[in-house]
């Protein structure tokens, strides 16, 4: 008996701990770090933003939309907050903007999401009036909100959903000196058809372009493109460089931080497309 049990001494102290199996390690580090790694990010933007407006406010200090009041509470306090001060969050597409033609005086926003575009075209006289299609009602009622804070309620109308339906409401001067911007997450293939493209082919439309989330995405996109180019001379865009050098409020932050101002929380990169009216003068240069 105890030959025995000194061989089964040896064997144990011979025998390896178990091991859990690499490849279980692997299949539930693959499934759960996506989501570990966004919420993370996440967490670290809006602590940057929080930061950002504690020390600086909630107005946007920068860019054509300086001066816009966007945050009055810290719980308001959205990731993106860091980009929208700095003036710097879609910077291509206030740029386009900022390029309209000096008689269209009027903005008509679809998704107009809080009203970062919706009031942002208005603090600084960049359009004298605003039209803010959103489909969702707390944004509505955020909107609303943010146009009282920024004395800009009689300048922003709010409306819901918008469909192919909705220009139909409008004059046609109108919307021949309106400028027309587009964020509504796939949307843009179901309003833009052939009769709305019709309707708007005076206006300057910018469209936010998400064909990958859509079935068919390919397919709708070429079909929509050789609709609008019937009408408009069509130029494509994306996100570009950024410099930071310029703002000194950001001097004591970690190379890492400095650009986590930039993020935009986006799942790829994303394209615009600008349209312009044939035969209508842009930026004092014929399109």
């Known amino acids: 008996m105890k030959m025995r049990t000194l061989v089964q001494l040896r064997l144990l102290k011979q025998m390896k701990p178990l091991e859990f199996p690499k490849k279980i390690v692997r299949f539930f580090i693959a499934l759960v770090y996506p989501y570990i790694h966004k919420r993370i990010l996440h967490i670290h933007r809006t602590r940057i933003a929080k930061d950002i407006f504690k020390n600086h406010g909630g107005s946007i200090a920068y860019g054509p939309f300086k001066g816009l009041k966007m945050i009055a509470e810290a719980d308001a306090v959205s990731p993106d907050y860091p980009s929208m001060y700095f003036g710097i969050y879609e910077q291509e597409v206030i740029n386009s903007l900022a390029a309209h033609p000096a008689n269209y005086n009027n903005f008509i926003n679809l998704g107009a999401g809080d009203g970062y575009y919706s009031l942002g075209v208005l603090i600084n006289g960049l359009f004298q009036s605003s039209m803010a299609f959103e489909e969702s009602i707390s944004r509505q009622k955020r909107l609303s909100e943010l146009a009282l804070l920024n004395n800009l309620q009689e300048k922003v109308q709010i409306f819901g959903r918008a469909d192919f339906e909705s220009f139909k409401k409008f004059p046609e001067t109108l919307l021949a000196n309106s400028v027309i911007l587009s964020d509504v997450e796939g949307g843009e293939f179901d309003i833009f058809n052939s009769e709305t493209i019709k309707l708007l082919k005076d206006s300057v ?77 842009v930026s004092n240069r014929l399109l």
């Not at 069509?234 to 310029?246: A, G, P, V, W």
């Open 205 to 281: 439309i910018i469209i936010e372009i998400h064909d990958f989330l859509v079935s068919n995405g390919e397919e709708k996109l070429n079909k929509l493109k050789n609709e609008l180019m019937f009408y408009f001379n069509l130029t494509s865009f994306t996100t570009s460089e950024r410099d930071l050098s310029k703002f000194t409020e950001l001097n004591d932050y970690s190379d890492v931080d400095r650009w986590f101002t930039c993020i935009e929380g986006r799942g790829k990169q994303m394209a615009w497309w600008r349209l312009d009216p044939k035969n209508v003068v």
